[in-house]
């Protein structure tokens, strides 16, 4: 072990890597409505160590896998963050910035909740080299990794490409949570799999996905564009997946009423846990449909309820799609070369 608690890089086993670029203290209000230019009485307050890659990793251990967080952190906020990781056990390590990482708030209002996000602190070229250089040598012992979350100012938009293309080297299957030029760069290197949720989808295709054929058609365009399979989540709605030359609607059989902040990290999780055990993809996307729905029934991104999940698993479905042609959107002939 090494003292910040992360496990030595000796030899491969079945780690999955969570990397988090841009962390937050995340700061919960709970107020009874949230109504604009008005001040509110807030009834409980909670801070706490979050953002995509922290919420991925805390999911993957409630599954049992063994991960490791790799990030970059700054300033009090990034002590309190190092902090909380370290009296909870998940093993993490960071490069330290100057700046001070972000923090994000939250609003519960009944069945809502509204979420500001700051930017984050800026990264010199000298700490992106030195995050690079860390992942370099612990990817090296990783199966899996998931790539997810925003980045702070400073970071490359190639910065998840460049990633993906170091865990390629290492053996290492990987997943992409991101939207953008982060997105866009990131296949071009070929993840293993896309979880993009419909908004941050849009943009490939230019402009809203609402329908599920709409979400079927920009899945598609992320292989396509070289991930090797897609997942594309629509909140309450569930999700889609290709893989395999297959389309798939998947869906809890409820709604979950709650929080859904971190319902699609939980997605993200269960897909590594799945890319992990090499359990078959229906099985893995039935479980990623109860857990990121049972995720919702908690109050804070970053756990799900047991209980709920396995309520809600035999009722899930995962329903193969028959798609048209034009569901593919005229995707180019493969033929041989004439002899």
Not at 289 to 299: D, G, I, L, N, R
């Amino acid at each position: 072990m090494t003292a910040d608690g992360a496990p030595q890089t000796r030899k491969r086993r079945d780690l999955i890597i969570s990397v988090s670029l841009n962390p937050a203290l995340d700061i919960t209000y709970v107020v009874p409505e949230l109504v604009p230019d008005t001040s509110h009485r807030v009834t409980s307050v909670v801070s706490r160590a979050g953002g995509k890659g922290l919420n991925v990793a805390r999911v993957l251990r409630q599954l049992g896998a063994d991960t490791l967080v790799l990030g970059l952190l700054g300033g009090a906020a990034g002590e309190h963050i190092q902090a909380e990781l370290a009296t909870a056990g998940l093993p993490a390590q960071f490069t330290h910035l100057s700046g001070e990482t972000r923090r994000t708030v939250t609003v519960l209002a009944q069945d809502t909740a509204t979420v500001l996000n700051e930017p984050g602190p800026h990264v010199t070229a000298a700490q992106w080299a030195a995050f690079r250089d860390v992942f370099a040598e612990r990817v090296r012992a990783a199966r899996v990794v998931v790539l997810s979350g925003s980045r702070p100012p400073g970071v490359p938009d190639t910065a998840y490409a460049d990633l993906v293309t170091m865990a390629q080297v290492a053996g290492a299957e990987t997943i992409v949570d991101a939207e953008g030029s982060a997105l866009r760069h990131a296949l071009a290197a070929a993840p293993t799999l896309a979880k993009p949720n419909a908004h941050e989808a849009a943009d490939l295709l230019g402009r809203p996905v609402r329908s599920r054929d709409e979400a079927v058609a920009v899945a598609h365009r992320l292989v396509r564009s070289g991930a090797s399979a897609s997942v594309v989540s629509r909140g309450a709605d569930g999700f889609v997946a290709v893989t395999g030359g297959a389309a798939y609607n998947v869906r809890a059989p409820e709604r979950v009423a709650g929080n859904p902040t971190g319902a699609g990290d939980a997605l993200a999780a269960v897909l590594a846990y799945g890319l992990l055990t090499r359990a078959p993809w229906p099985d893995v996307l039935a479980r990623g449909a109860a857990v990121s729905a049972a995720a919702v029934a908690c109050p804070w991104a970053g756990e799900y309820d047991d209980d709920v999940a396995s309520r809600l698993l035999p009722g899930t479905t995962v329903e193969k799609l028959q798609e048209h042609r034009a569901d593919r959107e005229q995707e180019p002939c493969r033929t041989s070369p004439p002899r």
